[in-house]
């Protein structure tokens, strides 16, 4: 039986309940064990990460304890005799200066150096900006400090124990027995949490206010109830209202604490310590569950955290400093004008910074494509997503929090949210909301169900929303939307996938979508008609721009459907825009002109400026589908290829034309951790050759190292002599085992695919497993087939390649003698065991000799 405790909207999912319970554990271990009272946010702020983002938690902790021992080197070690050790305030002032240090070196340099080096080293990749990166604008200076009065080491254990209770309680309790959920857990400020980086302008309003605070302390006495409580409220400025409520809020807890320790059972008892912080912590809860309900009963329209003070404990925080000294009125005058200026401060060292600093015209450059590519990043996974939800008929309904999530955004955003700082992101009820720069605002499914997508641009002319709902149905369908999107000035790109037929009562996306959004709506769907059509009924004619549609469409034709009605009966159906593939190359043939004349070698070593890893599925799917599957179908015309180089440009890669011994090639490049590939469009499928890049670079001027050449001039051998229509580089050796959800193992596995059960072999070149092997090769090329007869008509075929190919060839024999040539399958082999009539030979490769 689950136990509705908590309002939705409010603390059902909402941290403040964690914080709670690890109020309540941090207390009891302080009475019971005398534990130190401080850092009373932390472990109900960690408990969420560690369901959520685990790694994230562990990075809060080592950031902690860097901060901790740089305060304490500083004040312990180099502080007697030089100059007096750090106390009080001046100690947690130094930790949060420490903190934004420490953060600013793991944001900023450890940690995307670290998820190189994971790459490069051991072929793990990980996605340090979403399961790394720190969390909290003030967690680790309020951890760190924690720390301090038990030691470093005490100081952990307590926290772990701690924070592990919490967990516990709040896992297998609250998530069990109650409607407490943390799939939507809402994180007040995340926006502004998530990346110093993106948010350099809190960071120093927080810093300046703290410093500002502290300095009014020392001078008039002024007590907030620490140095944080301006700090926080300063970075309210932007909303007043929040900061209204917060001390309203804190008012209420005041008077009704000061009524309740008027109370007999209260009066002669000792109310301090834990036990205070207890008593108006625990008010302050009820007033939000009673604020919670009484809002859910009266079905008012609001959000329910709006009428929550900021913060977790910064209203109980104000309360008791206000009971304590009995100077409410005071406390509040002094606080918020401590907060104002402290805002104002730190809004002009923006300002001078922006002066001092001016952003160069490469740098602007550098960011503009920058925002480019994350909004290619976002649209490569919601397509990819809707292809492989497509293929698995995946349900991609929404849960009653999800859409009533979705509802709650669409209506901020319709009623005219003030513009939010790019970069910034916070996330709620399974959506994510992330500012992109010229006014655009991305929603992100994070439910786990789908990653549909939603990007609304605030400045757009038109009320206009493009719909696509499948945009697996063709390839390039979902591009091609995207971009009228853009040419038709569109208020609203949405890019979702079909409802199935099973999914019930539950609403889709699209559904949820249509009854917020009452402006004119255009579907864009796939079609096999010659031209482009789009077909109008209700009352979708007189909304649709369609001058502007002709401009971007000039063959459009025009049509009327019988009268149709969507779920919602007052809410109209919308135009439907049938795109054939012929419109589709149309549409994305503008700005790819410079594909027509091969420019660079097939064998040239740039790189790609991509971000995309293809650790995602969605991101192989969008390869496989978008990119390969258009460019290997054209193979007999070579067609113009526009849906393939548009999709690889989605991606980050470059698709151009090259020449290798005078015969036209296509070269698919990636990022310098992600390989190559060439095509032969008029090769035979049923060859492919893998090879690898190896460290490219050699000297200090940049050239190229001669075992990479050797290794690469023995590729495009090889590839030329087997007439092979697949040449595919892995980035290193060591990317031909480990996992393939890389570039390089989907390009192989999707041109095995295309092949079916029709025979194929695969050449795999490597270089010698040994140096004191090399004798007994002679320098010549190894073969090792995937079979032991020596004699077989595969066996002579492939002597013959390497013949062909200007190498010496020498078949590896089944002896002791040979160890380490054999043709072992490595992962990127492996897959051709699921694939019948595929066979495949290992060429060890000298790097030491050329050919004959």
Known sequence: MILSIFPEGGLASSVITTVWVGVLVLCFFNLRFGWVLSGLVVPGYVVPLLVVKPMAALVITVEAILAYWIVWIFSEKLAPGRWPALFGRDRFMGLILASVAVRLSMDGLILPELSEWLATNYNQRLDWQSDLQSFGLVIISLLANQFWKPGLARGLFSMIVVTAITYLIVRYGLMEFTNFRLSAVTYMYEGLASSILASPKAYMILVLTALYASHMNVKYGWDFSGILIPALIALQWYQPTKILTSFAEAAVIYFIARQLLKTPWLQNATIEGANKMLLFFNISFVLKLIVGHSLVLLAWDVKTTDFYGFGYLLSTLLAIKAHDKDIFPRLLRSTLQVSAI??????????????????????????????????????????????????????????????????????????????????????????????????????????????????????????????????????????????????????????????????????????????????????????????????????????????????????????????????????????????????????????????????????????????????????????????????????????????????????GLDLYRCSEANSPLLALVGTQDQGRAIFDLSGRPDRIVMASLREEVGGSDGSTAPSARIMRDAAFAFARSSDASLLVFAPRELGYDGSQATMFGTIAQTAIDQLGDRPALALQIRSYPAADLAALAAGRVVVSTDRVASQSAESREIIGIVQDGGFDPVLAERSREWAGFEAFSQTALLYLNHSLNKRYAVLYVPTTAGKR
């Open 342 to 651: 402290g805002a104002i401060l730190g809004n002009l060292a923006g300002i001078a910074v922006a002066f001092i600093l001016p952003a160069s015209a490469a740098q602007a450059g550098g960011e503009r494509e920058a925002t480019i590519e994350r909004e290619q990043d976002l649209l490569v996974g919601a397509i990819g997503d809707a292809r492989l939800r497509r293929a698995t008929l995946a349900d991609g309904s929404l849960d009653s929090a999800s859409a009533q999530g979705l509802a709650d955004a669409l209506e901020l955003l319709g009623a005219g949210l003030p513009p939010v700082a790019a970069g910034l992101a916070g996330r709620a009820n399974g959506w994510q909301a992330e500012a992109l720069p010229a006014g655009r605002l991305a929603l992100l499914r994070m439910d786990g169900r789908g990653s549909d997508l939603l990007v609304h641009d605030q400045t757009a002319p038109s009320e206009l929303a493009v719909v696509i709902e499948d945009p697996g149905a063709q390839p390039g369908l979902g591009l091609a939307a995207a971009k009228l999107a853009r040419q038709l000035g569109a208020k609203w790109l949405v890019i979702t996938t079909p409802q199935l037929a099973g999914a019930g009562t539950r609403p889709s996306v699209l559904q949820t979508f249509r009854s917020k959004w009452r402006g004119p709506v255009l579907s864009i769907q796939a079609g096999s008609t010659p031209g482009a059509r789009v077909e109008l009924a209700d009352g979708s004619g007189t909304q649709l721009d369609i001058a502007s549609l002709r401009e971007v469409l000039p063959d459009v034709e025009i049509g009327l459907a019988a009268m149709r009605r969507t779920n919602a009966a007052d809410v109209e159906a919308p135009a439907i825009l049938t795109l054939p593939a012929q419109s589709i190359r149309r549409m994305l043939r503008i700005g790819l002109e410079e594909f027509q004349q091969p420019d660079r070698p097939c064998r040239a070593l740039d790189h790609a400026k991509g971000s995309a890893n293809f650790t995602q599925p969605a991101q192989r799917v969008f390869l496989r589908d978008e990119v390969l599957a258009p460019l290997l179908e054209e193979r007999q015309d070579d067609g113009d290829l526009v849906i393939s180089r548009a999709a690889s440009r989605a991606l």
